[in-house]
């Protein structure tokens, strides 16, 4: 009985308690594929002109209404750490390119899954990965062929120049594509407020275009077809001081409160007579006075505050006809500074010369009812434009504003690589059909990785036409044979004007950028490869003091109950 050992728990005595471990005999590749195609398939009907909408009530209780990938995964808590790559994949082309992230998540999904069935039939996850990596090098370069033959980019052949790259209507062209995405039906008025926006503030050298230099504010009311572009910064306030325009005026910038300053401590003052009382606050006046006279006195005429702004001092910055402006927001704040070029002071009183900035307008105007404050400035290393977006509800103007930053992240992308390809699902046709001819040639069984990796690119107008409740099948069908008579520009018609579901994306100025669609190529991949490499999961013990208990009953927790 001493000589018989008891079977111990593998890796038993290896890690502390807590751990879990999955192995690739427990299925862990499996696991996280479909881990990512719960992922996908989440924000796969969000893709598209007619993609739904989600409602996602994040952990603090805010409402989302979007059909915007990134914006869906961003607020909702993903664990699963496979699952968290493609996360991190689609924000990183969020970051870069400012559209396509729903195709990272759709076509890295579709990739897994053409992965899943090669394994399942004993191809070896290094083979798969081995394979996806040839094709992607053979569908970046069918890409850079599909663009060279792409018409509308032979406007911008001879120059690239912001005159041509403004005047053209290739950016009024590629703006409508990623908005239509996200507000179907309202592309044509987003397009041309971000157009006119970026009009405005298109620096000589179109690589320096800044996407900062292009502001949104939300206004109730009215509809979407009220909204406007007004040159300069829009802060949906007026002034706190009596003064609300002036011209050409020195801006000084505090970032904190413009107030008496008083400690921390209270304390307890007797007073046995009115004169003690007068004599009470008057050093305090005194001293108030004195430091909003030396700020006038510096030559400025323009007061920004990003805190407080006390009585007192607002007082007497009427009396000398100063403009006070209270700013909440340290974003606009900080972007404030970059416009009129001044620092944030940290301490009240007067600037020095190199701390002030400089507007050429401060106006206030009225839209919808609210008065608002324009600060405008002429010259160009300081331009800014304002999209004042009007609507209904709070949640449609959110939505309107994250396809406005799509609109312009496609412009930045657009300055750098000003190269276009049909969209609606044509070019990924074309480089199905390319991916799997080649395939057919490749030897060995690198042919099945490689057909496979082509074969996921039908996923892009199958859900095309699902979304707008076509019958994808045929749809599919009439595009391949399309494509196979020569008419390499037939994408998806979401509007199904001819009862075909097939439209000529070049005809219907449908187009995407080339650095968005090659970047979600490179990105999509490079997350597939990343999560068929692994082979086990170790995950620790979650670390964390005790959770809150439930609140059971009426009152507070920590109630006996």
Known sequence: MSNLKLPTAPNAGLFKQGYQTSNAEDGAVQRNIQACREITGMVRTSIGPCGRNKIVVNHLGRIFLTSDAATILRELEVIHPAAKLLVQASQQQEYECGDATNLVLTLAGSLLNKADELIRIGLHPSEVVQGYERAKGLALMELETIAAETTANAELANGDTAQALVTSELLARAVKTAVASKQYGHEAIISKLVTEAVQHVMPKNIKAFNVD??????????????????????????????????????????STPVDISSTETKGTVLLKSAQEMLNFSKGEEAQVETMVKNI????????????????????????????????????????????VGATPLARVGAPLPEEMGTVDVVETIEIGGDRVTVLRQENEATRTATVVVRGATQNALDDVERAIDDGVSVVKSISKDPRLVPGAGSTEIRLVSTIVQQGERTQGLMQHAIKAYGQAFEVLPETLAENAGLDAIEVLARLYAAHAEGRNTTGVDVDDNDSTGTCDAAAADIFDSFSAKMSAIELATDVANTILTVDQIIMAKRAGGPTMPKQQSIGNWDQDD
């Open 213 to 254: 230099a292009i502001r949104v504010v939300k206004i109730m009311g009215a509809s979407l077809a009220a909204s406007q572009v007004i040159k300069g910064m829009v802060f949906n306030r007026e002034p706190e001081s009596t003064v609300k325009n002036c011209g050409k005026a020195k801006v000084v910038v505090f």
């Open 296 to 339: 006038a006195d510096s030559g400025v005429k323009v007061v920004i505050c990003g805190a407080g702004l006390g009585d007192l001092p607002l007082h007497y910055m009427n009396r000398m006809g100063l403009i006070a402006l209270k700013v909440p927001s340290k974003f606009d704040l900080r972007r404030l500074c970059r416009v």
